[in-house]
């Protein structure tokens, strides 16, 4: 059941389909936006613990062995 209100939602706050209709394309648009020119993201690119470098030395965690 609808209100009477002048923003396009429903009672429950969901919208009508004209409005989730304009959800559906901004949603698609962002995606288009982030395949063309994605976003910078450091956690993707941070190293976590040591790298292929010290496992190729052989020693684990930087240890000398003596």
Known sequence: ??????EGTSENGT????MNF???IA???A???EFVAPTYRP?????RGPGPACARRGNSLG????
């Open 43 to 47: 956690e993707r690119y941070y190293m």
């Open 63 to 66: 240890v000398g062995t003596n």
């Open 15 to 18: 919208g009508t389909g004209k």
């Open 1 to 6: 059941m609808l209100s009477d209100n002048s």
């Open 27 to 29: 949603g698609y648009a």
């Open 22 to 24: 304009w959800n559906h």
């Open 31 to 33: 995606a288009i936006r």
